[in-house]
Nanobody
Framework: QVQLVESGGGLVQAGDSLRLACAASGRTFDNFGKAWFRQAPGKEREFVASISGTGGTTLNADSVKGRFTISGGVAQNKFYLQMDSLKPEDTALYYC?????????????????WGQGTQVTVSS
């Protein structure tokens, strides 16, 4: 059974940093595209960042460019989201996702496997 499990969420203050991790089990995803999404209360799930299976391509939402970095997952079954300079508007439930192609996608519909989410709360 394929499972993605997020960790690293928490309550922080504006300007702080957090590093989220996503561990995969049940199959290997080291050569496949992976991503992070988030969903705030009352809002739709939105794209945050993705990385291709080779690690050569990364995509970031405009709202997190220069602050968040996706990494890992190449030749390892774990990938990360480093979040710096956090803002209250970053507060959301963060999900990791993966699919069975090499490319990095932004649309959640392209991802087959999802974690249960980890809560990130940023206070002002």
């Amino acid at each position: 059974q394929v499972q993605l499990v997020e960790s690293g969420g928490g309550l922080v203050q504006a300007g702080d940093s957090l590093r989220l991790a996503c561990a995969a089990s049940g199959r290997t995803f080291d050569n496949f595209g992976k991503a992070w999404f988030r969903q705030a209360p009352g809002k739709e799930r939105e794209f945050v960042a993705s990385i291709s299976g080779t690690g050569g391509t990364t995509l970031n939402a405009d709202s997190v460019k220069g602050r968040f970095t996706i990494s890992g997952g190449v030749a390892q079954n774990k990938f990360y989201l480093q979040m710096d300079s956090l803002k209250p508007e970053d507060t959301a439930l963060y999900y990791c996702a993966a699919h069975l192609r090499v490319s990095a996608f932004q649309s959640p519909s392209r991802y087959t496997y999802w974690g249960q989410g980890t809560q990130v709360t940023v206070s002002s």
